[in-house]
């Protein structure tokens, strides 16, 4: 079982930035696909970037494509998400997620479905 960490969420303004951070252990040494997501009251929870742990292109989710970027540092089994221009409507609690053995794909990361290890969250709240 892998456990994943987040952090670095919290409240900022419109136009401001953060950067969140996911720590994995347990089995990190097997992690395949790592993914953030992301799910505001009332809504379906988003995926909105995947990246092969090994390495390669990361994949995004249209609605932040320009503002996230989405990194991760195998050395220290962290992801990251820093993400950019935030707005009031990326209000919401961000989560990571991370496979074990499966590749992102070019849509694969984006199920919530495809994921069994999560973590607790970090809430994130822009303020207009």
């Known amino acids: 079982q892998v456990q994943l960490v987040e952090s670095g969420g919290g409240s900022v303004q419109a136009g401001e930035s953060l950067r969140l951070s996911c720590a994995a252990s347990?089995?990190?040494?097997?992690?395949?696909?790592m993914a953030w997501f992301r799910q505001a009251p009332g809504k379906q929870r988003e995926g909105l970037a995947g990246i092969e742990y090994s390495g390669g292109t990361p994949a995004y989710a249209d609605s932040i494509k320009g503002r996230f970027t989405i990194s991760r540092d195998s050395g220290s089994n962290t992801v990251y998400l820093q993400m950019t221009s935030l707005k009031p409507d990326d209000t919401a609690m961000y989560y990571c997620?991370?496979?074990?053995?499966?590749?992102?794909?070019?849509?694969?990361?984006?199920?919530?479905?495809?994921?069994?290890?999560w973590g607790q969250g970090t809430q994130v709240t822009v303020s207009s």
């Open positions: 997620a991370a496979d074990t053995w499966r590749r992102c794909g070019s849509r694969w990361w984006s199920n919530q479905d495809n994921f069994v290890n």
């Open positions: 347990g089995y990190s040494s097997t992690l395949s696909c």
